[in-house]
C-alpha cells in the first residue's frame, strides 16, 4: 500500500526567499512520485515527477524536488518565491509497477507575502 | 500536455435533483479516466475508476447507485449525481489517462463545483 504525508498543512514565506514543501513517502513497492499545484478553484497542475530516473527532478516554474529513498522523502525546493506560487501543493504517490491508483497527501497551502 | 475538460464548470441545484458533470479528453483518447472528489480545503478522494466500455470500479464507501458513471466513448466520461442532497455539494474533479504517454500520470480537468440547496 501507498502512503504520503505533507507534513506542514500551511508554509508562509517573503516573495524573493526559498520555498520547502515537505513531503514523506511509504510505499510497498518502488513508488512514482509527483508533485500537483492547485490554484484556488482551479484543477490540478503537475510540477513534476519521479519515475525511478534523475533523483533530483526538475518541473515548471523553477521548482525542483529531490527523491530519497534513505528518507523516504520527496521534498519539493523553489529558489526564489514568487506572488504567482501562492495555491495548494499536493504531493502524490503511486507503486511503479503496473497502473496503480494515485494517492494524495493532505495538501500545503503556501502563502506568499511582499 | 493532455488536456482534460469538464462541463459545466460550477452547478447549483435544488434537492432531489440529478446533475450530470462531463468529463472529455480533448486531444487524446482516454482508456481509463478518474473521478475525484475535493471538500474545502481537504484533499482529492478517489471516488471511481471509468473504463471504457466497462463497468466503472468504485472505492469502498462510495454509492454507485448515488454516483453513476458512464464511459461510452474514448473521449467522454460522465457523472450522474442522482437524488443530490446538500452533503453532496463539493469540488468534483476528473482525469484521464493518455495510454500513448507515461502509464502512471493522470491529466486532471478545471473541476466542477456543485452546490445544492
Known amino acids: 500500500a501507498q502512503s504520503v504525508t505533507q507534513l506542514d498543512s500551511h508554509v508562509s514565506v517573503s516573495e524573493g526567499t526559498p520555498v520547502l514543501l515537505r513531503c514523506n513517502y511509504s510505499s510497498s513497492y518502488s513508488p512514482s512520485l509527483f508533485w500537483y499545484v492547485q490554484h484556488p478553484n482551479k484543477g490540478l497542475q503537475l510540477l513534476l515527477k519521479?519515475?525511478?530516473?534523475?533523483?533530483l527532478v526538475k518541473g515548471i516554474n523553477g521548482f525542483e524536488a529531490e527523491f530519497k529513498k534513505s528518507e523516504t522523502s520527496f521534498h519539493l525546493t523553489k529558489p526564489s518565491a514568487h506572488m504567482s506560487d501562492a495555491a495548494e501543493y499536493f504531493c502524490?504517490?503511486?507503486?511503479?509497477?503496473?497502473?496503480?491508483?494515485?494517492?494524495f497527501g493532505t495538501g500545503t497551502r503556501l502563502l506568499v507575502s511582499p | 500536455g493532455a488536456v482534460v475538460s469538464q462541463h459545466p464548470s460550477w452547478v447549483i441545484c435544488k434537492s432531489g435533483t440529478s446533475v450530470k458533470i462531463e468529463c472529455r479528453s480533448l486531444d487524446f483518447q482516454a482508456t481509463t479516466m478518474f473521478w475525484y472528489r475535493q471538500f474545502p480545503k481537504q484533499s482529492l478522494m478517489l471516488m471511481a475508476t471509468s473504463n471504457e466500455g466497462s463497468k466503472a470500479t468504485y472505492e469502498q464507501g462510495v454509492e454507485k447507485d448515488k454516483f453513476l458513471i458512464n464511459h461510452a466513448s474514448l473521449t467522454l466520461s460522465t457523472l450522474t449525481v442522482t437524488s443530490a442532497h446538500p452533503e453532496d455539494s463539493s469540488f468534483y474533479i476528473c482525469?484521464?489517462?493518455?495510454?500513448?504517454?507515461?502509464?502512471?500520470?493522470?491529466?486532471f480537468g478545471p473541476g466542477t463545483r456543485l452546490t445544492v440547496l
Open positions: 482525469s484521464a489517462r493518455d495510454p500513448s504517454g507515461d502509464w502512471n500520470e493522470q491529466f
Open positions: 502524490v504517490v503511486s507503486a511503479n509497477t503496473g497502473f496503480q491508483k494515485l494517492v
Open positions: 519521479y519515475t525511478s530516473a534523475a533523483t
